[in-house]
């Protein structure tokens, strides 16, 4: 089960950090990845993050999102930076995907409920 949390309005310039709390299952052994959907686009990966903590970004967040695990905690994290109005979307948690090359793959069957991003002036 996945829990994402953190999520809310802010205006551009501003922070969030999300969190995804993962239960049931051996945390760390998982890579693990952030994905994002704006309304009436497709879900896009965003962060990704292996279990040896290597990580990877989008282009269009490189820079300014930060992602990161705690495994004693369960939790996975987005921290986000200089928000602009295009990051605005439902953000969702993702664990136990595949490593194509070096993109992640999300696990179908391993999502939560999102949490919305607003970033707005």
């Known amino acids: 089960q996945l829990v994402e949390s953190g999520g809310g309005l802010v205006q551009p310039g501003e922070s969030l950090r999300l969190s995804c709390l993962i239960s049931?299952?051996?945390?760390?052994?998982?890579?693990m990845g952030w994905f994002r959907q704006a309304p009436g686009k497709q879900r896009d990966l965003v962060a990704q993050?292996?279990?040896?903590?290597?990580?990877e970004y989008a282009d269009s967040v490189k820079g300014r999102f930060t992602i990161s695990r705690d495994n004693a905690k369960n939790t996975l994290y987005l921290q986000m930076n200089s928000l602009k109005p295009e990051d605005t979307a439902v953000y969702y948690c993702?664990?136990?995907?595949?490593?194509?090359?070096?993109?992640?793959?999300?696990?179908?069957?391993?999502w939560g409920q999102g949490t919305q991003v607003t970033v707005s002036s």
């Open positions: 993050i292996t279990s040896g903590s290597k990580t």
């Open positions: 049931g299952s051996i945390f760390s052994i998982y890579h």
């Open positions: 993702n664990f136990g995907g595949s490593l194509i090359g070096r993109t992640y793959t999300a696990h179908p069957n391993h």
